[in-house]
């Protein structure tokens, strides 16, 4: 984990007891994640599937009737692609860092938001879905669309998972960027570990309404109020506006940022189970108009469970893939995990902001050899992994992106 220079507002007097309070509600057993350990030989343990339990990340898990994961996507956790230097899914997390230490800076000078980018993929059921308000019967739970440890453990569907704790922590600013693994069949833009992208803030009434005209008089909550199309039951109609402002403004900038200053940008309603309002960002590219992200203002329920009823806030997510596919031109989303060194050596810049462009070589071309063959199947040994039950704030891969999590989409949708 990457904690930012805003992580302590307050000095270092609260450094280290808010930093172990955090460490030991990150890990579904408590304590802090684990790194890969390196062999004997310099390569790394691998995890093992036993008959009767699996070492994954220096933890056993012990299996059960829900146990679906296989060896080949054991062995894609730890690589943390998002942090190896020059890699594109790296320069594209970096550029966005970048961006958002540069625009938000609080009143010392410090980054508003912290960076989280190192937290442990293994998380609980209740992390990954109840935490979020996901109902017990919503089909993005099914076992055949996620990595199931056992019935209590999986690998994350998405990084949203640690937002709960996050908040709890008491971080009202921060992002967040990890591997993700959803079932999926394995084709140019699908695989079934990718890496998601998101940010959360959160405001109090003096930061909402501080800059307003009559700004004393406005509140955030509003009693016997009701639940529409605009707001949540318990937010005032006046909070709800100032927030989603703020959020298409972060969010516009950023795109401009990645896109440069004559991106077009066009809103579109959607559900997320998480949010409320909720709204996809669309931006023309090359003529047609490409999903990139998924936001919304954050459900009241989850902010309560995390000690933070007294806020709003916004959430944002994206899938890291899907933008370095689209600014950097590659072809093909299994290309992130090619270790050879004509893909890798054109990411190799000395400035982050540096357009890539890549290219194959004519002569010993990198498509299609050295990738997995199209329509592989995730999980060989499950049988087929069919279309998935859930779109994902963050992306599933280049073909689908959205938010944070997983999408009831409407059967209509508008442009806003």
Request: charged share 25%; net charge positive; with cysteine.
């Amino acid at each position: 984990m990457t904690l930012g220079p805003s992580f302590f507002p307050c000095g270092r007097l609260r450094t280290r007891p808010l930093l172990r309070r955090l460490l030991s509600e990150l890990r579904p057993g408590g304590g802090p994640a684990p790194c890969r350990r390196l062999g004997a030989e310099g390569g790394t343990l691998q995890p093992v599937i036993g008959q009767d339990s699996i070492e994954l990340l220096g933890h056993s898990y012990p299996r059960d009737d829900f146990t679906n994961i296989t060896p080949k996507i054991l062995a894609k956790v730890g690589f943390h692609l998002q942090n190896q230097p020059y890699h594109p899914l790296w320069l594209i997390k970096e550029r966005i860092k970048a961006h958002f230490y540069s625009s938000y800076v609080g009143r010392w000078g410090n980054p508003l938001f912290s960076v989280h980018d190192n937290l442990s993929p293994v998380v609980t059921v209740e992390q990954n879905f109840d935490s979020l308000l996901i109902p017990p019967d919503h089909p993005c739970r099914k076992r055949g669309d996620n990595y199931y440890l056992n019935r209590t453990t999986m690998l994350r569907a998405h990084t949203s998972a640690h937002q709960r704790e996050l908040v709890r922590s008491g971080l009202d600013a921060f992002l967040l960027a990890g591997d993700v693994y959803r079932r999926d069949e394995i084709n140019a833009s699908h695989y079934p570990v990718f890496h998601q992208m998101e940010g959360v803030r959160l405001f109090s009434d003096l930061q909402l309404f501080s800059r307003v005209r009559g700004g004393d008089e406005l509140s955030l909550f509003e009693r016997g109020g009701r639940r529409t199309g605009q707001k949540q039951e318990s937010h005032s109609l006046e909070a709800v506006k100032l927030v989603e402002f703020d959020l298409k403004a972060t969010l516009t900038r950023l795109v401009t940022h990645l896109f440069g200053p004559d991106v077009e940008v066009r809103w579109v309603d959607c559900c997320f189970p998480f949010t409320h309002p909720s709204f996809e960002m669309e931006v023309r590219f090359q003529g047609d108009w490409m999903e990139v992200l998924g936001c919304g203002v954050m459900e009241q329920e989850l902010l309560l469970s995390a000690g933070a009823g007294n806020k709003l806030g916004w959430a944002f997510g994206l899938g890291l893939e899907r933008l370095a596919m689209i600014l950097y031109s590659i072809p093909d989303i299994r290309l992130f995990w090619s270790r050879d060194e004509r893909f890798l050596k054109q990411f190799r810049v000395d400035d982050i902001q540096t357009p890539i462009c890549f290219q194959d070589g004519p002569a010993e071309p990198l498509l299609p050899h050295r990738l997995p063959p199209h329509g592989a199947n995730s999980d060989p040994a499950g049988g087929p992994a069919g279309p998935p039950a859930n779109r994902a704030i963050g992306g599933g891969g280049a073909g689908r992106s959205g938010p944070v999590l997983t999408e009831q989409r409407r059967s209509t949708r508008r442009a806003a």
